[in-house]
């Protein structure tokens, strides 16, 4: 890769989320485990990891099931949900 592509990738600032992964890993008995999304950006051009309360884990899993696409803001680090159902 060219250092002028290297540098055009850097100032993307928008990408697009292509897959989404989800984990959730045990905190131990009696502890509230902890869920996890890994924002796969523009077919991996790059990746963003986002770590939600329970709750708002809950209404993440909504709005990604009820959007026609998803953008990732890298710099402000905001999920975009577009064309709602």
Same mark, same amino acid.
């Not at 993440?60 to 402000?76: A, H, N, Q, V, W």
């Given at each position: 890769?060219?250092?002028?592509?290297?540098?055009?990738?850097?100032?993307?600032?928008?990408?697009?989320? =292509?897959?989404?992964?989800?984990?959730?890993?045990?905190?131990?008995?009696? =502890?509230?485990?902890?869920?996890?999304?890994?924002?796969i950006l523009?077919?991996?051009?790059?990746?963003?990891?986002?770590?939600?309360?329970?709750?708002?884990?809950?209404?993440?899993?909504?709005?990604?099931?009820?959007?026609?696409?998803?953008?990732?803001? =890298?710099?402000?680090?905001?999920?975009?949900?577009?064309?709602?159902?």
């Open positions: 890769m060219s250092d002028g592509q290297t540098t055009a990738d850097a100032r993307i600032k928008v990408r697009k989320v =292509t897959d989404i992964h989800s984990n959730w890993s045990d905190q131990g008995e009696l =502890t509230e485990g902890k869920f996890s999304f890994q924002l523009d077919n991996g051009a790059e990746e963003a990891l986002i770590m939600p309360t329970a709750e708002d884990a809950d209404v993440l899993m909504d709005l990604f099931g009820e959007s026609d696409e998803i953008y990732f803001d =890298t710099e402000r680090r905001v999920v975009i949900f577009n064309n709602l159902k």
